[in-house]
């Protein structure tokens, strides 16, 4: 069965974008983009909330068209278009470049498209997995830690009463100082 991963980036200080939803203090070198492509090529469909989708979409259906966006940039942009999208919008009439617009996020409907045949579901945006946390549909976390302090903005983890315990299956560190942390949930963390 394919698996529900929120794949995200964050500021150190724990926060997905600045107070102006300004995201300039990512760090991406053509190193940690290539390696992003790679996990990102392997997924079977891309989960997003409006405002994540429409970001995207502002962008990547021609970014491969730039003469000057080359190299990793190029070839995300063919990743994107080509990646089925699911995007969790009340509001959202209807959208191109193989997207799908689903209304609400209801556990059966994704417990049937974890199902489907294909690689695993990338989970993007902070309300959206919110959401799906709430409703227990995230089986792994993997957080891309940026060495910057922005100091507030949107957290990636909004409060919660819920708690849930995970279990560190992988780091790898960029030479941009930008680190990988993969982890799977567990019902409960391990004695001792």
Do not use: C
């Not at 617009?101 to 556990?107: D, K, L, Q």
């Not at 294909?118 to 060495?147: K, M, N, Q, R, T």
């Amino acid at each position: 069965m394919r698996k529900v991963i929120y794949f995200m980036s964050m500021s150190l200080d724990g926060y997905i974008e600045a107070p102006d939803k300004g995201i300039d203090w990512h760090q991406v070198d053509d190193d940690l983009h290539h390696a992003l492509n790679e996990r990102l090529a392997a997924m079977g469909g891309f989960l997003h909330g409006r405002v994540v989708h429409e970001l995207m979409a502002d962008f990547w259906p021609t970014a491969d068209q730039d003469p000057a966006a080359a190299g990793p940039t190029a070839e995300f942009a063919v990743i994107w278009r080509n990646m089925p999208k699911y995007v969790y919008s009340r509001t959202l009439q209807r959208s191109d470049w193989n997207t799908t617009v689903v209304r609400e996020v209801v556990p059966e409907e994704v417990l049937a498209l974890k199902e489907q045949p294909g690689g695993d579901l990338a989970l993007g945006g902070a309300g959206l997995a919110a959401s799906f946390a709430a409703l227990d549909l995230i089986d792994e976390y993997w957080v891309y830690v940026h060495p910057v302090l922005i100091g507030r903005g949107k957290p990636m983890f909004p409060p919660t009463d819920t708690r849930t315990f995970l279990r560190l299956t992988s780091t790898e560190a960029f030479g941009n100082g930008v680190v990988e942390l993969r982890y799977e949930r567990v019902e409960k963390p391990p004695e001792g």
